[in-house]
C-alpha cells in the first residue's frame, strides 16, 4: 500500500526476505529454473501484484508477468524486471529486490495517474545453474530463446521442456512471451553484488554498461589408476592437469587490468583419495569490458589448458557455454536516471556491472537503463549479502522522479516505437 519511503523500504525487505523462505534446500537459498518452491514465489508475488491493481499470468518460460494498465488510451508500456531464481546457498536480494520494487511502484504510482502502463516481469531463469544455460526468461521475452536450446538437459537429465511441461506450462506458447510492441523502455534495479559503492560510501549506481562475458566447461581425460603403484612418469592425471590450468587462470587474471576469470566448478572422478583422477570437469568463467580483451583472455587460457593436458597425455574437450558481448545501456535514460538520484538528492556514480543482468539481454531490444543499489560487504551470491534499508528508499525516491523525467519524454514520441 502507498507510504512514505521509509515504510515501503521496510516492506521491500521484508518481502524478500519472505520470498527467500522458498526454497529447494532448506536452511539456505536455493531456487533454481521451475523448481517447486517456484510456486510459491509465484504464489506470493501473484497476490502482492493483484493487490496493487495488476493483471497477472506466467507466460511459457516460467516468467511471473504483471501489468498496470494506465487510464490513458494506448499509453506505452514502461517494462521494470529482474530474476526470480538465485544461485546455490544465495543471498535474500539478487534478482528478486528488482521484481519487488517494480510492484512497490506500482503500488506508488497508480494513484498519480502516469501516462504509460507498467508491465513488472519476474524473469524465471538469469543465473544458468540448472541447464547450464543463463537468461532463458529475459532471452524469451527479446524473442532470443533457441528453440533447439529446450533439449537442453539438467543433472537429472530432464530437458528444458520437460522441465517447462512439469511446471504446468507449454512451450508452444512462447512465441507470446515476446516482449509487447508498446513497450518502450526497460528498468532494472539491482544490488551492485560488488565493492565500489561501498568504498564511495554511496547507495546508488547508475549502470552506463555491462561486462561482456564467456562461460565454457572444460572436460579433461586421464587414465584413473592406482595411487600407490603407478609411478609419476607413467600417470596421465586429468587432476593435475586441471589444477595447474585453475592456478594459470588466477595468474594470468592478475597480470591483465580490468580482467576477471574464475574457476568456480571442479568436479574429478572417481574422486578418492587413492585413485589418479581420471576425468575432470571444471567450469570458466571470464569477463572484461573490451570484448577483444575477453576474446584473447579466452583464447590464452585454453591453449594454456591444452598444453597442460598434452603434456601428461591427457586430452581436453572444451564446450562454449556462455559467449556474450558487452553491452552499453541506453544513454539517454542513464542521463535521464543520474539526473533523477540528483534530484532526489541522492549522489550516484555512473559504473560498469561486472555482473550480468537481464537488462543485457533486452538492451539490444528497448532502451533500458540499470539502478544499482550498494551492497554492503561487496557481498552478493552468499548468505550475508544484504541492502541498506537507506539505500532501498533511495532507489524508490530516484525512481519516482525518473518516472516523472520520463513522462514528458512520452509527449513527443521520442521513444515511442523505440523497439521497432
Ligand atoms: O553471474 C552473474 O553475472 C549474475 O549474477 N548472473
Ligand atoms: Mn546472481
Ligand atoms: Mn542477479
Redesign the pocket.
Known sequence: MPGTNKDCATCIIARCREIATHTEVPGEITRRFLTPPMHAVHALLHQWMEAAGMTVHTDAIGNLRGLWLSPVANAPRLVIGS?LDT?PNAGAF??ILGVVMGITIVEELRERQPPFSIEVIGFSE???VRFSK?FLGSLAVAGKLDPETLQRTDQDGVSIAEAIYNYGLDPANLPAAVLSRDAFAYLEFHIE?GPILESEGISLGIVEALVG?TRMQLLFEGHANHAGTTPMHLRHDAMAAAAEFVVAVEAYATAHEGLVATVGKLEASPGVGNVIAGRVKTSL?I?HADDNTRRAAVDALTQIAKTAATRRGVTLTLRTEMEQSAVPLDPHLTTLLHRAAAQAGYPSRRMT?????DAMILAPTIPSTMLFLRSPGGL??HPDEAVLPQDVEAALATAMEFLALLSPELSDDKTKDSHA
Open positions: 530474476h544461485v539478487d534478482g538469469e543465473e544458468g543463463a553484488q562475458q568463467d569477463r556491472s561486472g555482473a550480468g543482468h552478493s551470491h
